[in-house]
């Protein structure tokens, strides 16, 4: 079902009014979440200037054997993400980069994608030439997709989330939709910015929308410290 809201200025102030009159200790409930994001912060610089991996990484023979330290899956948990090395073989990753080059070159899509908006939308560039390619379909992308390895790191990540909630099974994890994405090439010694930093999710849509806001009923009841990001429940 879609959202649909004919007033958006008004639809805030309403959700808004809601929220503080079900939470009248807000603004301390607000100190404590800031209080714990600053903890993290300090952790997260520690472990950076000790030399350690602030993201997580995992090493992709431990995935298809299934010896993922639990210790390790909890830490991607905690940040929110991880590196996953060795998925494939330089040799074969190596090719699918050399294909997807000569592809290029093949149907002079720098020329052809120079003035791109695209382009312009992901990063200042300081030269005409594109690095990302509305190229979603070329032999080496849909190799890459398709590949049980990648099959095998996806079932993976899937698997971080809790599937079930109160009796409700919300996904199967073990189902891997492929997402289809674009080409995107930096060049060796690129002077552009490349991707920007950004976010891709919502912003009012997320709270304004009654279900969703279930995703973060711990959060706006105050009991924050019990919520999952990993939680499934609702999101679908």
């Known amino acids: 079902m879609s959202l649909v ?10 959700t808004k009014q809601g929220l503080r009159a079900a939470l009248p200790e807000y603004k301390e409930v607000f100190r404590e979440v800031e209080a714990e994001m600053r903890g993290r912060v300090e952790e997260i610089v520690t472990e950076r200037e000790s030399g350690h991996d602030v993201i997580p990484v995992v090493q992709y023979p431990d995935i298809a054997s299934g010896r993922v330290p639990a210790e390790l899956m909890g830490k991607v948990r905690s940040r929110g993400a991880c590196a996953v090395r060795g998925t494939f073989s330089r040799e074969v990753a190596v090719g699918f980069d050399d294909e997807i080059a000569a592809y290029v070159e093949r149907n002079d899509l720098d020329a052809k994608l120079a003035n791109r908006a695209e382009d312009k939308y992901f990063g200042t560039l300081a030269s005409a030439k594109p690095q990302i390619y509305g190229i979603y379909w070329s032999r080496a992308q849909v190799e890459a997709r398709q590949s049980e390895s990648l099959t095998n790191v996806r079932v993976f990540l899937n698997n971080l989330w809790r599937a079930e909630s109160d ?13 289809v994405d674009r080409i995107r090439r930096r060049p060796p010694g690129s002077a552009s910015l490349g991707l920007s930093p950004h976010v891709d999710g919502g912003s009012v849509e997320r709270w304004l929308d009654e279900n969703f806001r279930k995703v973060y009923r711990s959060v706006f009841s105050g009991n924050w410290r019990k919520y999952s990001a990993f939680d499934v429940a609702f999101r679908p």
């Open 5 to 14: 809201i004919e007033n958006l200025p008004e639809a805030i102030r309403t």
């Open 167 to 179: 009796g409700v099974r919300y996904i199967n994890p073990d189902e891997t939709p492929a997402y």
